[in-house]
Every structure is written in structure tokens, then in C-alpha cells.
């Protein structure tokens, strides 16, 4: 009996053990993490580099939309240059881009784009990357509403 | 607790279910692949190779499945000292790293044709390499230790580091920005996929789960087995080797 | 999007590869774990023969 009893105790005492460490370490992470949010981050958007006011030729990656309509792309010496605006909602920043886009590039959805802004505010990219929403549909779906006119293409929101 | 996780018992359970197991599992991969590849239609901006998410998120999710199989049973192994449960997270672990280097290699030939990329260091694609490691150390753990109870102990807290570290994989994606999309399955507001896309996806995270319980059965009587083999080995001897 | 078919196969392929591997070797396993337990059983029970005699 006395036996059962202590055995019991230090159950208890292991399971303490446990749950005490588990919530010192989550706390520890927890703050290494909040204390590295500038690094972990993978883009800055439009808002936040206009607030940021980085300085010309400082590498960084840019996240936001594509505009509507502000995709346009030509040949010169062989050379793809694509140019378009990157949007937020809020801020905007012209991009160009020597190179081929991905294949989920589009007008209304995300990029991420790698490079840095030159003196007159424009951000050349060394590498774009797009990034898909969380949204899975079928073709036959979208060509339907297109059909009835109840389709509208992403609005940057 | 401890009567249904005695050994012998666990052989007998395991034993009758196990035929069910693997039937099923045999039955959900036919259904899920013919859903997969033939009956869910193609994505409006993907066409067909959006289908790579019907191996990618079954295996990311048993990754993380796998670890809380290892986190519980650690738990109970360290609190309740029950050798069964120490055997069930030790036979979980190399499953486990496998699906995560499923995860990481089917994501990568995702990213390359949807992304542009391979590889980035965003805090999902860097918090899943990261459970590798976990799943590696662990096994690692098991390997050098000979002591099987000590073993056990310093397994267990392991498990319980890398805990924290399946927390960040599920929010990363909404914690920080990153290039991997939100969550499309379990979210607050309902999935963001539909129809025979949904019936598919559901139909192969069924499948990759009745596979890893099926597997774990036979692991744990393998484990199982190798301690008889062990203290009837010592008994053959005469405490020879 | 036929370019991208590479991309398809092969996730779908290291699906196959990891599934496969996986219960192959777990199931080799506890084969050979079961006919080493035999084994051991059948000594055990062929010594306790001898001794008998």
C-alpha cells in the first residue's frame, strides 16, 4: 500500500517533469522566434518598404500581388523582359524582370521576387517566384462561371 | 492502462486485426489512386500537376501524424515506465523520417514547376527539414544507447523538444509570411477544396493512414518479438553472451 | 502543361518508392523475427529433450 503510494508520486513528479519542460522550452522558442521575426520572414510587402525606406541596391525579397492589367512583356536582343506592378491594396512597386516567369505567374495572383530597388524606385528582380493561394478548383468549374459572367478574377484585397 | 498494453495481449489484438488493416489500406489506395488520377478534374491554373498534392499532403501529414504517435507514447513510456509504449515510438520513428523526406522531395518537384523553385528557406519548408533532423536524431538516439531503458528516457525527452517544433510547422504558414500557401484542408472557415479534388485528397490521407497504423502493428510485434528472442537467447546460453 | 508531366510521375513514383520500401522491410522483418523466435523454440525444446533423457 505505501508502496502503490509512493510509486503514484512519482508518476506525478515525471509528469510535471514533463509538462513543466514542455511549456519552458514552447516559451524559450516562442521568444527566439519572435526575436528573429525580422529574418524568418520571406517578403516584405509594398506597405511595409515604403515605411521601411530602403536604400537603393539593398537586396531583399518583395511579396505581393500582380495588378490587373499591369503585366507587359517583350524581346529585346533575345532577352525576355518582362515588367509588371506589384500591388498590396495599398502600396505599389514597379518590377522588372529579365527572364521566364513561372508557370502560375498571373495577373491577380502572388509573387515573390528577389533583387533590389535602383535610383528611381523601380525594383529589378534576379529571381520571381510565384506563389499559389489556397484555393483548388476545376477547370470545367471556372469555365462555367466565366460563361455566365459571374467570375471575377482575383481582387487584390 | 497497463492491461491492454501487455505484450502478449497486444500480439493477440494486433493479430486479428491486422487482416482488416491491411484490406482496407489495399481498398483506400485503389479508391483514392483512381480518384486521384482519373476522376478529379483538373485545377484552373494548375492543369495536372496540382495532382502531386495527393501524395505531398498525405505524406506531410502522416510526418506529423507519426510524430505525435512518438510524442504520446513517449509521454506515456516516461511517465508510466511501460515498455510497450517506449516500443511503439521507437518502431514509429523511421516511418516517420521516411513520409517527411516524402514531404520535402514530392514538395520540392511541386515547387519547381508551380514556384519556380525547388528550395526556399521559408519557415514551412524550413520547419518540416527541421523535423527531419528530429526524426533522425531520435533514431539516432535508439542506435547509440545500448541501454534500453536509459535509451528510452533520453528518447522520450527528445520527442518532447521536437514537439515544439510540429506546433511551428502547423502555424507557420500563418504566423509568417511564406511561399508555401495557407492551409487548404483544416481551417477555420472550411476547406478551400471541393468535389472529387476533396473526395481525393481525403480518400489518400485515408490510405497513407490505414498503411502507417498497419505498418506500426507489425513493427511492435517485431519489437516485440525480439525481446523474447533476446531473454530466450540468455536462457539457451546460460548467460554465455 | 505536358513539360511538367516529369514532375507528376516522379512524386507519384517516390510515393510508390517510400510506401513500398517501407512494408517490404517492415514485413521482412517480422518474418524473420517470427522464424528466429522458432528456431530459438525448437532448441529450447530439443535441449529440454536431452536433459529429460
Redesign the interface.
Given at each position: 500500500m505505501k508502496k502503490g503510494l509512493k510509486a503514484g508520486a512519482r508518476k506525478k513528479r515525471r509528469m510535471y517533469l514533463l509538462l513543466t519542460s514542455l511549456a519552458v522550452l514552447g516559451l524559450a522558442v516562442l521568444l527566439v522566434l519572435n526575436a528573429l521575426e525580422d529574418s524568418i520572414r520571406l517578403f516584405y510587402d509594398p506597405t511595409e518598404i515604403a515605411e521601411k525606406g530602403i536604400k537603393p541596391g539593398q537586396n531583399f525579397r518583395l511579396g505581393g500581388l500582380v495588378a490587373d492589367g499591369s503585366f507587359e512583356t517583350h524581346e529585346t536582343d533575345s532577352i525576355l523582359v518582362n515588367k509588371f506592378i506589384v500591388s498590396d491594396g495599398n502600396e505599389t512597386v514597379a518590377v522588372i524582370y529579365e527572364g521566364l516567369l513561372p508557370d502560375l505567374f498571373r495577373e491577380g495572383q502572388g509573387v515573390v521576387a528577389e533583387g533590389a530597388m535602383n535610383g528611381s524606385g523601380v525594383f529589378i528582380a534576379t529571381e520571381v517566384l510565384a506563389k499559389h493561394d489556397e484555393n483548388y478548383m476545376p477547370k470545367e468549374v471556372i469555365d462555367s462561371l466565366k460563361k455566365r459572367g459571374q467570375w471575377q478574377e482575383d481582387d487584390p484585397s | 492502462m497497463h492491461k491492454f498494453a501487455n505484450p502478449a495481449r497486444f500480439m493477440r489484438l494486433s493479430n486479428m486485426f491486422l487482416p482488416w488493416c491491411t484490406g482496407f489500406t489495399v481498398l483506400l489506395f485503389a479508391l483514392g489512386l483512381y480518384y486521384a488520377l482519373f476522376l478529379a478534374p483538373e485545377d484552373y491554373q494548375m492543369g495536372n500537376t496540382y495532382r502531386i498534392i495527393f501524395i505531398h499532403v498525405p505524406a506531410a501529414y502522416m510526418a506529423q501524424f507519426g510524430y505525435g504517435v512518438i510524442a504520446v507514447a513517449s509521454a506515456v513510456g516516461f511517465i508510466w515506465k511501460h515498455p510497450l509504449a517506449d516500443q511503439a515510438a521507437r518502431a514509429t520513428a523511421p516511418m516517420g523520417a521516411a513520409f517527411t523526406a516524402l514531404a520535402l522531395v514530392t514538395g520540392s518537384l511541386w515547387g519547381k514547376p508551380m514556384w519556380g523553385t525547388f528550395w526556399i528557406w521559408d519557415a514551412r519548408l524550413t520547419s518540416m527539414l527541421i523535423l527531419f533532423f528530429v526524426y533522425l536524431g531520435y533514431i539516432a538516439v535508439w542506435q547509440t544507447i545500448e541501454d534500453q531503458t536509459r535509451a528510452a528516457k533520453i528518447a522520450a525527452i527528445v520527442a518532447v523538444v521536437g514537439l515544439v517544433n510540429v506546433i511551428i510547422i502547423k502555424f507557420s504558414v500563418d504566423w509568417w509570411n511564406t511561399l508555401h500557401q495557407p492551409a487548404s484542408l483544416i481551417r477555420l472557415d472550411g476547406p478551400t477544396i471541393g468535389g472529387d479534388m476533396l473526395a481525393a485528397l481525403l480518400l489518400m490521407i485515408g490510405a497513407f493512414n490505414m498503411f502507417f497504423i498497419t505498418l506500426l502493428m507489425w513493427r511492435i510485434q517485431s519489437l516485440i518479438l525480439r525481446k523474447r528472442i533476446r531473454s530466450l537467447r540468455m536462457q539457451i546460453g546460460g548467460g554465455q553472451d | 502543361?505536358a513539360?511538367?508531366?516529369i514532375?507528376?510521375v516522379?512524386?507519384?513514383v517516390?510515393?510508390a518508392i517510400?510506401?513500398i520500401?517501407?512494408?517490404v522491410a517492415?514485413?521482412r522483418?517480422?518474418k524473420q523475427?517470427?522464424n528466429?523466435?522458432r528456431e530459438?523454440?525448437k532448441?529450447?525444446r530439443e535441449?529440454s529433450d536431452k536433459s529429460d533423457i
Amino acid at each position: 500500500m505505501k508502496k502503490g503510494l509512493k510509486a503514484g508520486a512519482r508518476k506525478k513528479r515525471r509528469m510535471y517533469l514533463l509538462l513543466t519542460s514542455l511549456a519552458v522550452l514552447g516559451l524559450a522558442v516562442l521568444l527566439v522566434l519572435n526575436a528573429l521575426e525580422d529574418s524568418i520572414r520571406l517578403f516584405y510587402d509594398p506597405t511595409e518598404i515604403a515605411e521601411k525606406g530602403i536604400k537603393p541596391g539593398q537586396n531583399f525579397r518583395l511579396g505581393g500581388l500582380v495588378a490587373d492589367g499591369s503585366f507587359e512583356t517583350h524581346e529585346t536582343d533575345s532577352i525576355l523582359v518582362n515588367k509588371f506592378i506589384v500591388s498590396d491594396g495599398n502600396e505599389t512597386v514597379a518590377v522588372i524582370y529579365e527572364g521566364l516567369l513561372p508557370d502560375l505567374f498571373r495577373e491577380g495572383q502572388g509573387v515573390v521576387a528577389e533583387g533590389a530597388m535602383n535610383g528611381s524606385g523601380v525594383f529589378i528582380a534576379t529571381e520571381v517566384l510565384a506563389k499559389h493561394d489556397e484555393n483548388y478548383m476545376p477547370k470545367e468549374v471556372i469555365d462555367s462561371l466565366k460563361k455566365r459572367g459571374q467570375w471575377q478574377e482575383d481582387d487584390p484585397s | 492502462m497497463h492491461k491492454f498494453a501487455n505484450p502478449a495481449r497486444f500480439m493477440r489484438l494486433s493479430n486479428m486485426f491486422l487482416p482488416w488493416c491491411t484490406g482496407f489500406t489495399v481498398l483506400l489506395f485503389a479508391l483514392g489512386l483512381y480518384y486521384a488520377l482519373f476522376l478529379a478534374p483538373e485545377d484552373y491554373q494548375m492543369g495536372n500537376t496540382y495532382r502531386i498534392i495527393f501524395i505531398h499532403v498525405p505524406a506531410a501529414y502522416m510526418a506529423q501524424f507519426g510524430y505525435g504517435v512518438i510524442a504520446v507514447a513517449s509521454a506515456v513510456g516516461f511517465i508510466w515506465k511501460h515498455p510497450l509504449a517506449d516500443q511503439a515510438a521507437r518502431a514509429t520513428a523511421p516511418m516517420g523520417a521516411a513520409f517527411t523526406a516524402l514531404a520535402l522531395v514530392t514538395g520540392s518537384l511541386w515547387g519547381k514547376p508551380m514556384w519556380g523553385t525547388f528550395w526556399i528557406w521559408d519557415a514551412r519548408l524550413t520547419s518540416m527539414l527541421i523535423l527531419f533532423f528530429v526524426y533522425l536524431g531520435y533514431i539516432a538516439v535508439w542506435q547509440t544507447i545500448e541501454d534500453q531503458t536509459r535509451a528510452a528516457k533520453i528518447a522520450a525527452i527528445v520527442a518532447v523538444v521536437g514537439l515544439v517544433n510540429v506546433i511551428i510547422i502547423k502555424f507557420s504558414v500563418d504566423w509568417w509570411n511564406t511561399l508555401h500557401q495557407p492551409a487548404s484542408l483544416i481551417r477555420l472557415d472550411g476547406p478551400t477544396i471541393g468535389g472529387d479534388m476533396l473526395a481525393a485528397l481525403l480518400l489518400m490521407i485515408g490510405a497513407f493512414n490505414m498503411f502507417f497504423i498497419t505498418l506500426l502493428m507489425w513493427r511492435i510485434q517485431s519489437l516485440i518479438l525480439r525481446k523474447r528472442i533476446r531473454s530466450l537467447r540468455m536462457q539457451i546460453g546460460g548467460g554465455q553472451d | 502543361m505536358a513539360p511538367n508531366e516529369i514532375y507528376i510521375v516522379s512524386s507519384y513514383v517516390a510515393g510508390a518508392i517510400v510506401l513500398i520500401g517501407l512494408a517490404v522491410a517492415s514485413w521482412r522483418a517480422k518474418k524473420q523475427d517470427e522464424n528466429d523466435l522458432r528456431e530459438l523454440e525448437k532448441q529450447l525444446r530439443e535441449l529440454s529433450d536431452k536433459s529429460d533423457i
